[in-house]
């Protein structure tokens, strides 16, 4: 099962149509991408894409409440 991991966007200054900030998000894992600053977000179209690691926080979330998250997705 793959494990599945939020943030929380603490800066949408340069993508405010594509991310909310405060919002949690699921990420995708993308080691390329993390090697270069970004992170694979599913932002706001459903779809996932890089935005710069800098514009987001993890959001520690006990796995009770990813769960929920999920489910309500």
Known sequence: M????????VDNSDYPASLEKR??????ADTD?????????IDESGEDYLYPAECFVDA???EEIQKAVVRAA
């Open 2 to 9: 793959k494990k599945t991991h939020f943030v929380i966007c």
């Open 23 to 28: 919002k949690i998000y699921e990420t995708i």
């Open 33 to 41: 991408a993390a090697k270069h600053g970004h992170i694979r977000v």
């Open 60 to 62: 520690n979330l006990s």
